[in-house]
C-alpha cells in the first residue's frame, strides 16, 4: 500500500503577544515655567537637558509634543508624576496619555 503523499506545511511560530503602547504627551500652557517644564521632563523621562529642551520648545510652538511611548501603566504612571509635579508647585502642566 502507498503512502498518501504531504505537503509539509509551514511551521508556526507561537506569536508573543505585544502589548499596546501609548503615547504620552505633553500639552503647552502659559504659565509653566520653560525651566520647571524642563526639570520636569528630566526628572521623570530621564531625558538630558537637551532633549529635555527640544520636547519643552516643541510643545510651547506647536501646543503639544509626543515625549515617548510606554505601555499602558508605565505612561499612566509617568503622566500622573509629570502632573503632579507641575500641582505641587502650582502650575497647570499637563501630561496626557492615548493609545498609539
Ligand atoms: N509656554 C510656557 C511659557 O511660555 C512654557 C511651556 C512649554 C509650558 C511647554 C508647558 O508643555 C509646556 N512659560
Redesign the pocket.
Do not use: G, K, Q
Given at each position: 500500500m502507498t503512502d498518501t503523499p504531504t505537503i509539509p506545511r509551514a511551521k508556526t511560530r507561537p506569536k508573543t503577544a505585544r502589548p499596546p503602547l501609548y503615547k504620552v504627551i505633553?500639552?503647552?500652557?502659559?504659565?509653566?515655567?520653560?525651566d520647571?517644564?524642563v526639570k520636569v521632563l528630566q526628572a521623570v523621562f530621564r531625558m538630558s537637558e537637551g532633549e529635555a529642551l527640544d520636547?519643552?520648545?516643541?510643545?510651547?510652538q506647536l501646543g503639544?509634543?509626543v515625549i515617548a511611548v510606554f505601555t499602558r501603566e508605565i505612561a499612566e504612571e509617568k503622566v500622573r508624576r509629570g502632573n503632579e509635579m507641575g500641582a505641587a508647585d502650582g502650575?497647570p502642566?499637563?501630561?496626557t496619555t492615548e493609545k498609539e
Open positions: 505633553l500639552l503647552n500652557d502659559d504659565f509653566t515655567p520653560r520647571f517644564v520636547a519643552m520648545l516643541t510643545a510651547h503639544a509634543a502650575y502642566l499637563t501630561f
